[in-house]
């Protein structure tokens, strides 16, 4: 009997080249698996399983975890307010996780002898896959042909036609993947410190002159309404944002950081719906969280994010991170105002309930009216003796050694 080995394919030259290679060469059993995170639409999907089925693969399957993407990873990044290095806000990383996840669960459930991907050994990707199916599956060996073969793009295209394949896989100058939580975009400039894309790279073009209000209303932290439509759908409510902000040109920046195999890496990206929903859910904090709620936020969001990134979705103290930050979302309701504009967007305010400017105890600049003037002599008088306690040793320190000299 041959023997079963799933593979993680997107219909790309690797992982067309693994299909063929691995069915025709290895003469395995091929299950294609693609699992979709928001990037395609029926269309794309219908494609790519012609494709899989002409490359040799007895079965192809796609596996939509679009929403259960958004309640295990993009719902506790929205909570934590993530954006690495403060731009970024992992669409690509994140995704890989949980296609990763899917991939392997599909292989155990059909009792594959192999799982495999086509991730070449310069990326962060390779990781996240390799990681992940060796925590969940380690008695199912791992296949990497790009990898271990050291392939050239020209030797990949050449052997699909020489074995009857032929498709247009002219090298694109950029690289752009698509999902639900954003759009990254890599090549040519991305691959230089001193240039940025060209406007026109970018999938979505400026569609919208003059200005609009967008208003996001969230409650306990997800998104329960865009401009008075109520979502029970979070997908589709970040769909709407993203259609909306979209037109405007709106999320685009580029991002530097390290990657998990130790160099530099530069991308562009394009995330239109991920930013305005960060940044609102962030305004909306300020306002209805204490200080040191946010003081903390923002560690455990950071870190969230890093771990995420760096495959450590599986690492036990995510889900202690996740608690932390479910938890602190009890009183994030209310609306967000935004103002929309071509190729940014302003922050107008918020209206909530919780909303901690509005209360009886003063208004900031103005006037006080839960404490006197002694009051407030008497609280700056104590909150300097720390500092007066330590200037005054240091004074007579200094003076007590400039005498002795």
Not at 19 to 30: D, F, N, R, T
Not at 126 to 140: G, N, W
Not at 144 to 169: C, M, Q, S, V, W
Not at 275 to 296: A, D, G, P, V
Request: aromatic share 12%; charged share 25%.
């Amino acid at each position: 009997m041959k023997k079963k080995v799933v593979l993680a394919f997107s219909g790309g030259l690797d992982t067309s080249f693994c299909a063929m290679y691995l069915s025709q060469e290895k003469g395995y059993e091929v299950y294609t698996a693609l699992a979709n995170t928001g990037g395609f639409n029926k269309n794309d999907l219908k494609k790519i399983e012609e494709r899989a089925y002409k490359l040799g693969a007895k079965k192809h399957v796609s596996l939509d975890i679009t929403q259960e993407y958004y309640e295990k990873s993009i719902k506790y990044m929205i909570f934590g307010n993530v954006l690495r290095n403060g731009t970024y806000p992992i669409s690509v990383s994140s995704e890989r996780i949980f296609q990763a996840l899917a991939i392997i669960n599909y292989a155990r459930e059909i009792g594959a002898d192999y799982v495999a991907h086509g991730s070449t050994g310069a990326g962060n990707d390779q990781v996240r896959f390799d990681l992940t199916f060796d925590v969940l599956a380690p008695e199912i060996e791992i296949l990497t042909p790009i990898r271990d073969l050291l392939l050239t793009r020209e030797y990949e295209i050449n052997y699909l036609k020489e074995h009857g394949y032929e498709a247009d896989f002219t090298k694109m100058t950029y690289s752009i993947n698509k999902g639900l939580w954003g759009t990254s975009i890599g090549g040519k400039e991305t691959l230089q410190s001193d240039q940025t894309l060209p406007k026109e790279v970018y999938p979505s073009q400026l569609q919208k002159t003059g200005e609009e209000i967008l208003e996001i209303d969230f409650e306990k932290g997800e998104i329960s309404a865009v401009n008075g439509e109520i979502y029970t759908d979070k997908v589709k409510a970040i769909q709407e944002i993203e259609r909306i902000g979209s037109r405007y040109a709106i999320g685009r920046d580029m991002h530097v950081g390290d990657t998990i195999i130790g160099i530099k890496g530069r991308v562009g990206f394009e995330a239109a719906a991920p930013l305005l929903i960060i940044n609102s859910h962030k305004m909306l904090e300020k306002h209805t969280l204490s200080k040191w709620q946010q003081y903390w936020k923002d560690q455990i969001g950071t870190w969230y994010g890093m771990f995420l990134h760096e495959a450590q979705y599986l690492e036990p103290v995510m889900r202690d991170m996740e608690a932390f930050l479910q938890n602190s979302q009890s009183h994030v309701t209310g609306t967000v105002i935004i103002r929309l504009q071509p190729y940014h967007y302003t922050l107008v305010g918020i209206e909530s309930d919780y909303d901690l400017m509005k209360t009886d105890f003063g208004e900031y600049g103005e006037i006080n009216k839960a404490w006197t003037s002694d009051d407030a002599k008497g609280f700056t008088k104590i909150t300097a003796i720390p500092t007066k306690i330590y200037f005054n040793v240091s004074k007579r320190t200094r003076s007590f050694r400039a005498n002795a000299l």
